[in-house]
């Protein structure tokens, strides 16, 4: 293995550290040692893996400032954006998956039709085995923290792939390491895209991607192949619809902050904020003041807005769909260029078209891209003709109003007069519809999406013969007729002539045995 990938500050431009590429044998020893431990996990109770995941806790509240300090030099976020999304967000959900996972993964009793009267249903809830979490670079603590001991709690061996631009290594593992039985159940595969190609040919027996819709849908091409199940939680372009009636100070700072938040690099993030005719000028004057005061910084103490853009390749992106959109006529109210080597400035622009790269495209940069709108069934045809459907938010003082655009959008998650809140509420299932992707993170869907449903029917011992068994007659055949006018029929009396019609087929069963 050769040391072929420099992992550099997002602050500085400077490398920090070098990674090894895991290579065809690295991927090997994962998948050998995942295996064994995922038959181990098999026998070890859900009681021993809640306090494993109690553990990692623990080491996270209590290192968490030095935590936050790996997160900012990696990815150039704030502290505050670290502390709050990374840290807390982890915390937050690994407490509810703890309190709510014997509820949900237990194994339930279903009912039972009264065809089979006599017999039990149940439904055991078991884990995959070998789980395969492809991670990104915008949220690289809280989402391989939040996948990886979301499996791990269902029961799974994991391999966590982060990303080669923010790996954070050392920081995982010394995290992971808090727990020795986690320790060993979670194994950190670090490499380019070349490596998470070889970890999806080894054959994981369930792969969830966190990434572009671009990557994605390079994945979905691999694993169609080998038939390998796959969640996708790709990329979005959302959008937030501000009514008339609204509060203006609030909802302001609500779409600041949603499209600005972590520098705007969240697949969730405002990327286009309608507003509504009668209001559209006074909300605009108020959120370019607004958006002015807000501070660039990082490497600060919890006291700065917005900070560097991560990657390279991502501030080009940025640069260029702003200079697109200048190019074509959009205005742009503040903001608009870089500051610096690794900043770009919070910009506010109007007077968008479809022909501009940033209608269309998702962006991933602190733009807050302004559009008008005049009634609510407009609104609702505009931001659903777009291919992406992750999240959105509506506000409007009136609740009825909000709800029915809700339902009407074609969206994986709404927040209503508040912005990227479901994502705040651990019992909510997050994910996207249309090429924002598919499957569910977070709540009893996501708990349950790390394990894979097993159908069981319990019937007693005796020597009854089922009716449906050989050999097939002309009179159970008229029997089953009759059956099924009698269930299938209303009528007054219809149990009575059920038991009759069921008591008749069992012994023609026995007649037709002897």
């Known amino acids: 293995m050769s040391e072929n990938i ?27 040692k995942a295996r064994t431990m995922a038959e181990e996990l098999r026998q070890v109770p859900l009681q021993q893996r809640q306090h494993a995941v109690e553990q990692v806790m623990d080491y996270i509240r209590d290192n968490k400032e030095y935590i936050v300090d790996r997160i900012c030099e990696e990815t150039g976020k704030t502290r505050t954006d670290a502390l709050v999304s990374e840290v807390l967000g982890v915390l937050d959900n690994l407490k509810w998956n703890i309190h709510n996972a014997p509820r949900i993964l237990k194994d339930e009793k279903v009912s039972t039709p ?88 080894a054959r994981p027996d369930k792969i969830f991607f966190t990434g572009s819709s671009r990557t994605g849908k390079r994945i979905l091409k691999q694993v169609s192949d ?14 937030m619809i501000v009514f008339e009636d609204v509060n203006l100070k609030r909802t302001v700072a609500g779409a600041l902050w949603g499209a600005l938040t972590n520098a705007g690099q969240s697949c969730t993030s405002v990327e286009r904020l309608y507003i509504h005719d009668s209001i559209y000028d006074e909300f605009v004057k108020q959120l370019v003041m607004e958006t002015e005061k807000l501070v660039v910084n990082t490497g600060d103490r919890g006291d700065s807005d917005i900070g560097a853009i991560t990657t390279d ?19 742009i ?59 959105a938010s509506i506000w409007s003082k009136d609740l009825k109003r909000a709800e029915r655009v809700a339902r009407a959008l074609e969206a994986g998650a709404v927040s209503i007069n508040n912005v990227m809140l479901t994502e705040g509420n651990p019992a909510l299932p997050f994910g996207g519809v249309k090429e924002s992707g598919f499957g569910r993170a977070k709540g009893a ?7 894979r449903s097993k159908s069981i029917l319990i019937d007693k011992q005796s020597n009854t013969i089922e009716p449906n068994w ?35 087929l069992e012994s023609e069963a026995k007649k037709a045995r002897g």
């Not at 503040?334 to 610096?340: A, D, P």
């Not at 022909?355 to 005049?374: A, C, K, N």
């Not at 869907?445 to 394990?451: A, Q």
């Not at 059956?483 to 008591?503: C, D, H, Q, S, Y």
């Open 313 to 331: 390749f991502q501030l080009d992106i940025i640069e260029q769909h702003v200079e697109d959109a200048r190019s074509k006529g959009a205005k």
């Open 114 to 201: 009264i065809t089979l009267l006599g017999t039990k249903s149940r439904i055991y809830h078991e884990p995959y085995g070998v789980i395969l979490k492809i991670a990104p670079w915008n949220y690289p603590f809280h989402i391989a923290m939040t996948f990886s001991l979301g499996a791990f709690l269902a029961g799974n061996a994991v391999i966590l792939k982060p990303s080669e631009l923010t790996p954070l290594q050392g920081l995982l593992e010394e995290v992971f390491s808090a727990s020795p039985l986690i320790k060993r159940a979670v194994q950190l595969a670090y490499g380019t895209g070349i490596t998470a190609q070889q970890l999806i040919t």
């Open 445 to 451: 869907e996501g708990l349950l999406g790390f394990t």
């Open 226 to 239: 080998l038939l390998i199940p796959a969640e996708m939680e790709l990329g979005g372009k959302d959008q």
């Open 470 to 504: 050989y050999p097939c007659t002309m009179k159970k055949y008229r029997k089953f007729s009759q059956l099924i006018e009698v269930l299938f029929t209303k009528n007054p009396a219809r149990l009575l002539k059920l038991a009759l019609t069921g008591m008749k």
């Open 333 to 391: 109210l503040t903001g608009g260029h870089r500051l610096g080597d690794n900043f770009y400035l919070p910009t506010v622009i109007t007077d968008i078209t479809p022909d501009m790269t940033l209608h269309t495209e998702e962006t991933f940069g602190p733009l807050i891209p302004v559009y008008r709108f005049s009634s609510e069934n407009e609104v609702i045809r505009e931001t659903n003709r777009f291919c992406y459907g992750l999240t």
């Open 6 to 32: 420099v992992v550099k500050s997002a602050v500085t431009g400077q490398p920090i550290y070098r990674l090894q590429e895991a290579g065809q044998d690295g991927v090997h020893r994962f998948f050998d």
